[in-house]
């Protein structure tokens, strides 16, 4: 802030000085115009003028002595030695005493030596106050005339773009980084602990060791553990300290201001932290501290206060950059007036690249020569150290400083070169025992994560739940709440990484407390909300807290980014990356049984079963020699073969089942069985050879080929993939270019943990997850339905993880390379990744394929659809043989009905025949016992005779002869009765139309009309029977029509 009012001041009296109209009158003009002539009369054309060129040097300085030095020294050596000075040129001095007022210092900056055209400055400091040599470069530096410091030593007079034409012949504080460096490495300390004043200074002087103690030639590079900032002015810096303490470096380097390490060094003091095994290396400020401690270590920058020589030094560089500007032709003399703010004095920058290139290498003050910066390189140091002795006048205890070594230039090497007497120093604690620079701390703070197989946790209530058996209490603890220290939830870890764990403590000597992620994470690198970066989960509990934990035992992948903040270990199990995704089901369908073949296949083995059997039919039907009758032994024959016996064949033939009859008698025939034959033993050859083709590659494959797989590189809409926020795998994917599209497409949609991810592709909600290949394997050795695709890419290894610097890094190292060489981590992985069993899901899939239930379902429901046809037709033809039955039934009972009513008929006409020819012969007078013989045709033209005896009777003979009795004989008594009506039994309805007639009966003749013995048609006889109810008379054999012919019968009434 002081800085800040100085330029304000300087700018507002640049101001005034441009506004005061009295300052300029005419008169000072002249004046100036004379003065301008007589500082440089080279630009003079009076033919009188001299031909030497003057320069005139403006010097602000702190005293009179310091004065008269610069004056002398320009007189009687600068201008009197032509090695510097052309012998046309010459310098001359303008003067003034340094005030401490930055205001004035401006106003007489203008006054005095701007207005004498000086060529550059060399500014001092004052004897009170700070702020005036910043006016002086400001306001010369606004016209661009270059200024030399002779004691400013503030970081800030480094930022050109403030003091764009400033110079020093003394270094900034923060050069004493360089030296730091050079100690560290004489006394081999690699880790340091920095504490700084947040101002410009220490900034950077933090910002310069850094970058030095990072490029040694020896690539042992100086690690800072803790860095830690205070703001100046503290009453109090314990808790800086404690801080500083906690950490196992024990090499101090302090930058701070004589009042802030006057407190630092007390309360170190009283926390026990300048004692035995500490090492405080300071800054020349913190070395001038009342209560530096004995042992401490400083730098002093040598002729820092012997402002006489930075005088000569910095004159001396002058000449010789004004030696060199004469050589240019477009010199241009400098600016006469502050009001003159048009022009830029090109001429000026010239100067101050002039002075800045060159190099004094026998100077007063050593080495003189500047950077990019302006700024002094190449200062000798003093190395100085705190001794303690007994004042003899006072008998107490006191400090003295005493040089134990030197820096400076080596004109031999042209190098810096750091002489040190090592034993001369003594070290805190009053030793001269050289401290190690570090404390290994036996107890440390331990994080894991959760993550199977490698940690396991469960929840407990009580600690005395998690002991022994491999249990380690491992708290979570909620750490958005600052004030609670509390663990706020008590779980208890198992698992690959515990087992470690234990196992290392017990193998290298420390105990430990272990504690979960806070926020579940590995740690990503992400801008928080102020806009800076920072690391997350537990790389951030590492690196970020100060305070934080020693050691990371998880499955951690070591990657280039991780590896920048922390240190890891050598790798106890080297993995890659792999892809995770649901294993694809078998395609099996209920007709699975018909896959080794084609569907046009099948068709045509179909079709050509029935078409050989239809050609087996045909061939055997017209054959000659086909038809022929065959004996059996049961006295029938045997027909030729029917078209169901040839596809019963040819369905026997193809399914090698057995054939009993049925098969072809030709030669033709069985010539084409044999072709069919041979036909079905091929197709069912190549079905069973191709079925069992079918299922060894009826395997669960994966629908991923690995990283290269098109659908991960051009992803679809339906195909989603992902890995975990902010892990490994994906800073890989964001590492490599070649896969960036990758990592776009997955970066909506990354899950939280690896145990979300994997629940989705059990699920059926994410289609691939990327992730460590140690982790998927195992979780496809648990799970058979979930397989890794691909080979493994990005082979990397788990490590585990300390802050940088640690002291245990080496001894973890070797410690993992013991475990692998004794055989302990194959141990890990049999117990907890391989679980001492085989894997399940190996072995199932290395066993021979056979067919299951879903394969064969078909098979099965065909049967079972044979089974419920078979028995629906067996039904069908229950039901129609009954109907079958049924019909019959009523055939038979009506054929009987209809036989027995002609039977009936028959008898009433043989009797009434016998009645006739009673009545004949009693006509004709016959009454004795005679025999009377006449035929009667019948319908077989067979004869019978019928006799009349004498006595009435009438008889038949044997041979159809009657015979007529000569007694007179009642033939209507002896009639039967006509027949009676068929009974309710038979069938009122007619025959079905389906019947078909029963053929003809037998017929008779008897177209001979029957008269009586006068020659009149007998009307006496009875009319013949009706048919029996329900008996068609039109479809009956014994129908009128077929009884009596076309004609009208004869009996007919």
Not at 140 to 166: E, L, M, Q, T, W
Not at 787 to 812: C, H, M, Q
Request: aromatic share 8%.
């Amino acid at each position: 802030m002081g800085w800040l009012v100085g330029a304000m001041g300087v700018l507002a009296a640049l101001a005034v000085v441009h506004s005061s109209s009295s300052y300029r009158s005419s008169s000072s003009s002249s004046s100036s115009s004379l003065t301008y002539q007589s500082s440089s009369s080279y630009t003079s054309d009076s033919p009188s003028a001299p031909t030497t060129r003057v320069f005139n040097i403006g010097g602000i300085l702190s005293d009179t002595l310091s004065d008269n030095h610069f004056k002398a020294t320009i007189a009687q050596k600068i201008n009197n030695d032509t090695e510097f000075m052309s012998p046309n040129a010459s310098l001359d001095d303008v003067t003034m005493i340094m005030d401490s007022n930055p205001i004035r210092t401006a106003l007489e900056v203008c006054k005095r030596l701007v207005t004498q055209s000086v060529y550059a400055v060399i500014v001092s400091h004052p004897t009170i106050g700070e702020l005036s040599p910043a006016a002086v470069s400001y306001t010369s530096g606004f016209y661009h005339i270059p200024v030399i410091g002779i004691s400013s030593r503030d970081s800030a007079f480094s930022d050109k773009n403030i003091h764009v034409s400033f110079l020093r012949t003394v270094p900034p504080y923060s050069h004493q980084a360089d030296v730091w460096v050079e100690l560290l490495k004489r006394f081999q300390y690699t880790r340091v602990v920095f504490i700084h004043s947040s101002d410009t200074d220490g900034r950077a002087l933090l910002g310069r060791f850094q970058n030095n103690a990072q490029n040694h030639e020896d690539d042992k590079d100086i690690k800072v553990d803790t860095v830690i900032e205070y703001e100046p002015g503290l009453n109090s810096f314990v808790s800086e300290l404690k801080i500083m303490n906690e950490s196992s470096a024990r090499v101090f380097l302090l930058y701070a201001n004589l009042h802030d390490a006057q407190i630092i060094f007390h309360d170190a003091m009283y926390m026990n932290m300048t004692g035995r095994g500490y090492v405080w290396i300071v800054t020349e400020q913190a070395l001038s501290a009342r209560s530096v401690p004995i042992g401490a270590i400083g730098l002093r920058l040598v002729n820092a206060s012997d402002e006489d020589k930075h005088i000569t030094d910095s004159l001396y560089i002058l000449a010789l950059a004004l030696k060199k500007l004469l050589k240019e032709k477009d010199v241009t003399a400098p600016p006469q007036d502050c009001s003159n703010t048009g022009s830029t004095w090109e001429t000026g920058k010239k100067l101050f690249q002039y002075i800045r290139e060159q190099v004094l290498k026998k100077g007063l003050t050593g080495k003189v020569a500047f950077d990019d910066n302006g700024d002094r390189i190449n200062a000798e140091y003093d190395v100085v150290n705190i001794h303690g002795f007994v004042d003899p006048v006072i008998h107490r205890n006191s400090t003295k400083e005493m040089v134990v070594g030197h820096l400076g230039y080596n004109t031999t090497r042209e190098n810096m070169l750091l002489d040190i007497n090592e034993v001369a120093i003594v070290w805190p604690g009053n030793t001269t025992v050289k401290p190690t620079g570090f404390m290994i701390p036996t107890h440390l703070y331990v994080l894991t994560i959760e993550e199977k197989p490698f940690v396991y946790t469960q929840k407990i209530d009580s600690p005395a739940e998690c002991l022994g058996d491999g249990r380690v209490l491992c708290p979570w603890y909620n750490t958005t709440d600052k004030n609670n220290t509390q663990p706020t939830h008590q779980y208890c870890c198992t698992g690959y990484c515990i087992d470690l764990l234990i196992h290392l403590s017990a193998t290298i000597n420390f105990t430990y407390d272990l504690a979960l992620s806070p926020d579940g994470e590995f740690g990503a690198l992400n801008k928080s909300d102020k806009g800076k970066k920072g690391w997350t989960g537990l790389i951030g509990e590492l690196v970020n807290q100060p305070d934080g934990k020693d050691m990371i035992v998880a499955p951690l992948t070591i990657n280039p980014e991780r590896a920048q903040v922390i240190e890891f270990s050598k790798p106890f199990k080297y993995q890659g990356i792999t892809i995770l995704e649901k294993k694809q089901p078998r395609y099996s369908t209920l007709v699975s049984f018909l896959q080794p073949f084609r569907e046009t296949l099948w068709i045509l083995v179909m079709v050509s079963v029935h078409v050989v059997a239809l050609v087996l039919y045909l061939l055997d039907r017209f054959s000659p020699f086909g038809r022929y009758k065959l004996a059996n032994t049961d006295g029938t024959e045997e027909d030729a073969l029917n078209l169901s016996s040839a596809i019963w064949f040819a369905w026997g033939v193809l399914l090698n089942s057995g054939i009993g009859e049925g098969t072809p008698r030709s030669f033709s025939a069985r010539v084409l069985g044999m072709v069919w034959a041979g036909f079905a033993m091929i197709i069912v050859a190549s079905y069973t050879a191709n079925l069992a083709a079918f299922l060894v590659l009826d395997r669960p494959q994966t629908s991923l080929t690995g990283i290269n797989d098109a659908r991960l590189r051009n992803p679809m809409e339906n195909f989603t993939y992902a890995t975990v926020r902010g892990s490994s795998v994906d800073m890989y994917f964001r590492r490599q270019v070649e896969l960036s599209n990758m990592y776009r497409t997955m970066e909506g949609n990354n899950y939280a943990t690896a145990e979300q991810a994997i629940t989705a592709v059990k699920e059926g909600k994410l289609k691939a997850f990327i992730w460590d290949s140690s982790r998927l394997e195992y979780e496809a050795a648990q799970d058979c339905e979930l397989v890794t695709a691909g080979e493994l890419f990005g082979r990397s290894g788990y490590g585990i993880g300390l802050k940088k610097n640690s002291p245990w890094a080496d001894k973890v190292t070797l410690a993992i390379l013991g475990f692998h060489e004794s055989g302990f981590m194959e141990e890990l992985d049999n117990k907890w990744i391989l679980q001492n069993q085989e894997d399940k899901c190996d072995v199932d899939d290395k066993a021979p394929a056979t067919l299951g239930l879903k394969n064969m379902a078909g098979v099965f429901i065909l049967v079972a659809a044979g089974i419920v046809g078979g028995i629906g037709l067996i039904i069908i033809e229950i039901i129609y043989k009954k109907h079958q039955i049924r019909k019959q039934k009523k055939l038979e009972i009506a054929r009987h009905a209809a036989d027995k009513w002609r039977g009936m008929v028959e008898k009433r006409k043989t009797l009434r025949a016998s009645l006739v020819t009673q009545r004949r012969i009693k006509a004709n007078g016959v009454n004795e016992p005679s025999t009377i013989s006449f035929s009667v045709e019948g319908e077989a033209g067979s004869a019978g005779s019928v006799g009349v005896m004498a006595g009435g009777g009438v008889g038949v003979l044997g041979s159809g002869s009657i015979g007529a009795s000569s007694g007179a004989t009642n033939l209507a008594a002896m009639l039967p009765p006509p027949p009676s009506p068929p009974s309710s039994s038979i069938p009122t309805s007619g025959l079905p139309p389906d019947v078909p007639p029963a053929p003809p009966a037998p017929r008779r003749d008897l177209r001979q009309r029957h008269v009586t013995l006068s020659g009149t048609v007998d009307v006496g006889l009875p009319p013949p029977p009706p048919p029996p109810p329900g008996v068609d008379t039109m479809r009956l054999p014994t129908s009128y029509k077929n009884l009596f012919g076309p004609d009208p019968p004869d009996l007919v009434v």
